[in-house]
Structures are given as C-alpha cells and as structure tokens.
C-alpha cells in the first residue's frame, strides 16, 4: 500500500495559490497513516483545497476517537472561524461531540462513516454540520458474500473478520453478508472474529481457523482489505493462498493485484479520492456561499457514494484507473456536488 509519512497530529499539504475569500483553514481526520485509502482520500481533499489556494491539515486518529477529540480540540481552541472540516470520528460515540465542537469553534464539517442512527445533519448543530457520507455497507457484504456462494458452488464452510463492532460498516458489512448466507443455504458461517481493521489480527485469527477448522474451511470473509491481507498471508504460510476464497472490501491495489494473480476472490472498490473530494467540496461550498443548507434536501445531506465490486472480470480495469487533480477542482466538483451519490441513507442503516 502507498504509505504517507504524517508524523504528528496536523499535517499541511500545500496546493496551488488563489483567492479563496472567507475560506478559513481546511482539516481531514483521518483513521489511519498507512491506509491507501486514506491516502487517496487525503490527495481527494487536496484537490479542492489547493484549487482555493488553501493547504489541507491532516489530523490521524489511528481509529481512536478520544485521540481524535483531543487533537480537534487543540485546533478550536483558538477559534476555527471559517474553516473546512471533513473527518472520520472513528466511531458513532465521538460523532456528536466532534459535530458540535466544530459548531461552537465556527466551522464547517462533514463527517464519515460513523453517525448514529438517531442523529443527523439536519436536527443536530445543522447550521455546521453539513452531510454526513458513507458507502453502503449492506451491499457490499452481500455482493462478496455472493461472489464466495457463487464460487464454491453455493455449498462450503466459510468464517468472517468483522471490523470494530461499533462502527456502522463493520455492522453493515457483516449483515450483508449474513443476508448472502440466508440466500445461499449450503454456505455455513462456521465463526466471526473481530480483527479492528487491522492486518496483524487477521493473520492470527486465520491461523487459528487452520488450526481448528483444517481443510474444512472452504472461505473468509473479510469486512476491509487489511484484514484480507493478513488472512491471506497466513493461508501463504499453509501454501493455501488461493484455495481457501477471500474476499475484502476497500479496494486497494495490493488487494486487486492478489485478485488478479488468483490469491483473492474479490473486493469493493470504495474510491476514497472521490469522497475525500466531495465532503471537502460540501464545506468548502457551504463557507463561500454556494451551498445555502436550508434549501438542501436530507438526501443531500445524508448519502452514500457509488462502489464497485472488483473480480477478475473487471480488476485490469479498476487497477488502470487514475484520478486527475484537475478533475476535481472546486469548480468541477461544484458544478455537481452529488455527483457519485447513490441516494440518500436509510433510517436504521446505522443502529
């Protein structure tokens, strides 16, 4: 994966020089320094704010939202009047408290991933927090829950890494999948582990499942491409990379590639650049004007993005494409703030 090398807390990537008239200072939280995802998320928000002639701050939580808090904390301290925010705040109990934080310091957010089900951006601090944008969770465990029945021939014992259990698409992923197993009665959920998104614990918790489960374990599903990796380095440890089907979700290269070279099944192409382009683009709108909140309907301001299932039928293609900066400037987002929206969230998506 493409590393960035963050250092502390607050990072400032710089982008191209113009007028950005009552702009403040633009801010990414983000879950991890060594995600490409993240990666392609923050080089997603750089786009926009360079083309305003701002830098993009990079706060990294390492997926813990007290950490988070603290760090956004020291930023409002001193007032953020005017400034852009688009952050993931790791898990739905920090997403309020970042929310209304924001508010009181004087900016603009739009949050990621994680919102409670009884909230949203139209009846809590909805003069600041702007949207709300994620992917659609359900879909995506079910579309590779269905690759696994479909490759094993809708029969074989299979086992799933879910993330951390109160983040919305760690709970998403796995009901999709468990809708998947319900369509497709010879697959057999034999056990769920939680791995927290991370590769380490996925390796250990697939070598377990060797230990207990042996050649009976036909799959492994996994709820984002770290832990597929680590699953599918423990199954090179057995020389069963590529026997035993693994699917991830995220659709980073080094996964696609392992698709390509048949040592994973499939993946979700969630495409961080573009939401790290568009929440970006929603605050930024909302300070300069030309997004007026009151006139935005809830499925503007509560959405998933488009995603795409990889295979080997479509993994060349994916791996082949590439986001151009230019593409994504403010102008060009702005022209169509919800371009990649697929529609608005569902109540009950995220209890």
């Known amino acids: ?13 710089s982008g191209s020089a113009s007028f950005a008239g009552d702009l403040g200072n633009v ?6 320094a060594s995600s490409e995802y993240w990666a392609a998320f923050i080089e997603g928000a ?42 993931d705040p790791a898990s739905n109990a920090f997403t309020k408290a970042i929310v209304e934080r924001a508010r009181d310091a004087g900016a603009k957010i739009v949050n990621l991933w994680n919102r409670p089900d009884e909230i949203h951006p139209w009846d809590t601090a909805p003069d600041a927090w702007v949207a709300n944008i994620s992917f659609d969770g359900v879909d995506s465990g079910y579309r590779n829950g269905m ?11 299979i086992a799933a890494l879910q993330g951390i259990p109160d983040n919305p698409p760690a709970k998403q992923r796995l009901a999709g999948l468990e809708k998947a197993v319900a369509e497709c009665p010879g697959l057999k959920l034999v056990d769920v582990q939680v791995g927290n998104w991370d590769q380490t614990q996925g390796q250990s918790i697939t070598r377990a499942w060797l230990t207990k489960y042996g050649s009976d374990l036909k799959g492994i599903f996994s709820a984002n491409d770290g832990m597929a990796l680590g699953a599918v380095a423990a199954l090179r440890e057995q020389g069963l990379a ?3 089907l693994v699917t991830g979700s995220d659709g980073s290269s080094d996964v696609m590639q392992l698709i390509k070279s048949g040592e994973m099944l499939s993946t979700m192409y969630i495409d961080g650049y573009v939401q790290g382009a568009t929440a970006t683009a929603l ?32 993994v060349e293609a994916i791996l082949n494409g590439k986001h151009v900066a230019a593409d994504y400037s403010y102008d060009k ?19």
């Not at 690759?147 to 074989?156: D, S, T, V, Y």
């Open 1 to 13: 994966m493409r590393k960035l090398a963050l250092g502390l807390g607050v990072l400032s990537l």
């Open 27 to 32: 801010y990414v939280g983000v879950g991890s």
């Open 46 to 87: 750089k786009a926009v704010a360079g083309s305003k002639g701002k830098d993009v701050n990079v706060i990294v939580s390492d997926f813990n939202g007290q950490k988070l808090l603290e760090q956004f904390g020291a930023v409002f301290a001193t007032g953020c009047e005017g400034c852009a925010i688009a952050v």
């Open 147 to 157: 690759e696994l029945c479909k490759a094993l021939n809708g029969r074989g014992n």
């Open 242 to 244: 590529g026997k035993v």
């Open 283 to 314: 605050a930024v709108g909302v300070i300069t004007g030309d997004i007026d909140l009151a006139k935005l309907k809830e499925e503007q301001r509560d959405f998933y993005l488009s995603q795409t299932l990889v295979n080997k039928d479509n």
């Open 333 to 351: 987002v702005k022209a169509n703030f919800w371009a990649a929206s697929v529609g608005q969230i569902p109540a009950g998506a995220n209890k």
